[in-house]
Each structure stands twice: as structure tokens, then as C-alpha cells.
């Protein structure tokens, strides 16, 4: 079955560092999401992605937060400045319509210090 | 305010005995329906969704969900659990389906322990 990539697997970084969530998202899908869940807490959505601009983000993704799709294949999800309440599993996910079943990659481990 | 909520964070069965887990939403327009799996180390990976039509749904590795209008509750299930069932299980919901995004808000997870 095709696969969500996402990398890294972990990442620790200082406070107040920008970082960038990388995934590739299966090749023929044209939706793509990020979601975040912080330790005890429920998965949170926070931005859907379509034709090369932002369909819906939550309260969570305000200006620090951006995702950009640079070369057709790789879709990142960027932090300006981190802040410890940040540290969370981040999980990119694609699916090839609309209410299609999401792929979810093995998410990205945030962690600020 | 729309909401997902999974009864139980933990659960425990012995092997060969039924899985249920519970999840019940809060709107006042039917969404639609989804169970994730998360396997230790892994994504998620969906089990069974409900979208229309009807409402017993059958999933992969012999899970099945009934979607419940009146009781707003799509509880998952399974007859007879195996070792490999041990994960975690989410609840997902799409809250008025629209023409752009795909939001899913979960419920907060039930992990499965299954017993020899």
C-alpha cells in the first residue's frame, strides 16, 4: 500500500528556533492536511492544503505557522519561532478526493526546549 | 458545540473475546464517521468510515461500526480479538461536510490491551 513519508522522525529544537516538518504525501493525491497531537491530548487538525493554497486552518495555525508545497512532491508544514507549548507528534496526512480516506504518515516528534 | 467523545481511554479483553469500543458525537446534522488505527511507531491507519447508505459498516482485520442517528454513536466492533488488535483506536468525525477540506476532530483515543 502506498505510504505517507514524513522526516524527520524525531526533532528537538531550542525555543525561539524556526523548523520545518518535511512529508512527501502519496504521489497522486491532491489533498493535504497537517495535524498535531501534544502529549495526553486529542489529535488536532490544523491545516488542509489544495491546489497550491490553504482550504481551512484552525485557531491553532496562526502567523507562525506555514505549509508550503515547493517542488510538486514535498509538503512542509514550518515553525518561525517555536515555542515550548509546540512540542507535539506532528502528523502530515493526503487523500486523493474529498471525504476519501486519509493516509497519515508515522508523524514527526517535536520537541522544544 | 460539536464534540467526539470516546468512552474509555483504556480497555482490556481477553483474546477471543468482543472488542467494543464507544464513540458518540455532538451535531445536530449527521456527519460523517471514521475509525483510525495506531499500531505502536506507525500512522494511522483507517479502519472503516460511513459516509450514507447504510448504517452497519464493515472494516478491514473484522471490524464493523453501526452508525446510531438517534443515539448519535458510531461504536466500533469486533466478535473475537486477536493479539495483533493491541493499539490505539480513534474516533474521527467530519463535522458539516463542505466543498473545501476534509477536517477530521477526533476523539481522544482508546488504547486496547488484549490478553493471552
Known amino acids: 500500500e502506498p505510504e505517507v513519508t514524513q522526516t524527520p522522525s524525531h526533532q528537538v529544537t531550542q525555543m525561539g528556533q524556526e523548523v520545518i516538518l518535511r512529508c512527501v504525501p502519496i504521489?497522486?493525491?491532491?489533498?493535504f492536511y497537517w495535524y498535531r497531537q501534544i502529549l495526553g491530548q486529542k489529535v488536532e487538525f490544523l491545516v488542509s492544503?489544495?491546489?497550491?493554497?490553504?482550504?481551512?486552518k484552525s485557531e491553532i495555525f496562526d502567523d507562525q505557522f506555514s505549509v508550503e508545497r515547493p517542488d510538486g512532491s514535498n509538503f512542509t508544514l514550518k515553525i518561525r519561532s517555536t515555542k515550548l507549548e509546540d512540542s507535539a507528534m506532528y502528523f502530515c496526512?493526503?487523500?486523493?478526493?474529498?471525504?476519501?480516506?486519509?493516509?497519515f504518515g508515522s508523524g514527526t516528534q517535536l520537541s522544544v526546549l | 458545540a460539536q464534540s467526539v467523545t470516546q468512552l474509555g481511554s483504556h480497555v482490556s479483553v481477553s483474546e477471543g473475546a468482543l472488542v467494543l469500543l464507544r464513540c458518540n458525537y455532538s451535531?445536530?446534522?449527521?456527519?460523517?464517521l471514521f475509525w483510525y488505527v495506531q499500531y505502536p511507531n506507525q500512522g494511522l491507519q483507517l479502519l472503516l468510515k460511513?459516509?450514507?447508505?447504510?448504517?452497519l459498516v464493515k472494516g478491514i482485520n473484522g471490524f464493523e461500526a453501526e452508525f446510531k442517528k438517534s443515539e448519535t454513536s458510531f461504536h466500533l466492533t469486533k466478535p473475537s480479538a486477536h493479539m495483533s488488535d493491541a493499539a490505539e483506536y480513534f474516533c474521527?468525525?467530519?463535522?458539516?461536510?463542505?466543498?473545501?477540506?476534509?477536517?477530521?476532530?477526533f476523539g481522544g483515543g482508546t488504547r486496547v490491551l488484549v490478553k493471552p
Open positions: 492544503f489544495y491546489n497550491n493554497e490553504i482550504s481551512e
Open positions: 460511513y459516509t450514507t447508505g447504510a448504517t
Open positions: 504521489s497522486n493525491h491532491l489533498y
Open positions: 474521527a468525525v467530519l463535522f458539516r461536510p463542505k466543498a473545501a477540506g476534509n477536517k477530521l476532530t
Open positions: 451535531s445536530s446534522v449527521p456527519p460523517y
Open positions: 496526512a493526503s487523500s486523493e478526493a474529498l471525504y476519501e480516506k486519509l493516509f
